[in-house]
């Protein structure tokens, strides 16, 4: 008699040993229950909901307007679209800064709409101390720098972000104390790829990077990027897998499958 493997969810502890294996991994943000499938049916390792659902979903300019209700709105839509993938989804502007248990009660929706981590911008000692709050009361926490959208108008626009060595410097002391503070994970965006491989090498954390060169424990691209479906123009980091492939799903495997090989993303396609 055969008996069908229970699926079960991917663990953090599975995307630290894939990393400590050296096993790249692929992530991909996706908002609602069919992208969620369609990304596992195509062998992804983890789902990000990410507040970049405000540009791809609802049109917005900036991810700023997104409002937690609707952060766990889109999670629990992925989280019933899914099955096998680690879920993580982003605590939204607004909704972690005024105190370390306002973000713990944030977090709290995410964890009970499906997501077994919150992500959060910022590398600043305040976000630390919420990361620290956060991971003592048992909220896994990914943290994320270099282009973090929330900081947009700070920033001055979208831009390439750890190019002067005083900036680099900072991003690093930053990824030290976040992964001191408790964060198990870090998302880099957009940063020179020589300063992700030091963050990746230096620091006690797995790195997934976007637009952060191919050195990193993995990388996340958003699933409407990936399928070619935004509007011209796209940033460098981006690659259209669907053009050349048969399927969507296809699409997804072939991502998975260059990230693994370390084919993607490409020289051209990092700072
Ligand atoms: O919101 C998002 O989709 C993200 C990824 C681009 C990292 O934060």
Request: include cysteine; charged fraction near 20%.
């Amino acid at each position: 008699m055969s008996r069908a493997t229970p699926v079960r969810r991917r663990t953090l502890a599975d995307l630290q040993r894939m990393a400590a294996a050296g096993e790249r991994i692929a992530m991909l943000a996706v908002s609602d229950a069919t992208f969620a499938a369609l990304a596992e049916r195509g062998g992804v390792h983890a789902l990000l909901v990410g507040d970049s659902l405000a540009n791809t979903v609802q049109g917005r300019e900036t991810t700023l307007p997104v409002t937690l209700e609707e952060m766990v709105y889109h999670t629990r839509c992925v989280a019933r679209g899914s099955r096998e993938a680690f879920l993580l989804a982003d605590l939204p502007f607004g909704s972690f800064e005024g105190s370390p248990a306002t973000a713990f009660a944030a977090a709290a929706r995410l964890l009970e709409a499906g997501a077994q981590m919150v992500k959060i911008e910022g590398g600043a000692p305040w976000v630390a101390e919420t990361v620290a709050f956060l991971t003592a009361r048992h909220v896994p926490v990914c943290a994320h720098l270099g282009l973090t959208p929330q900081a947009v108008h700070e920033f001055g626009g979208y831009r390439v972000q750890g190019r002067a060595p005083e900036d680099a410097a900072r991003l690093l002391a930053e990824a030290r104390r976040l992964a001191e503070a408790g964060a198990a994970l870090l998302v880099l965006e957009c940063i020179p790829r020589a300063l992700a491989a030091r963050v990746t090498t230096e620091v006690e954390i797995v790195t997934i990077g976007i637009g952060a060169g191919a050195a990193t424990h993995g990388q996340v691209l958003v699933a409407y990027d990936l399928l070619g479906l935004t509007p011209p123009p796209r940033p460098r980091f981006v690659r259209d897998f669907l053009a050349p492939a048969a399927s969507a799903e296809a699409a997804v495997r072939a991502y998975v499958e260059a990230v693994a090989a370390g084919r993607f993303p490409g020289a051209a396609e990092s700072y």
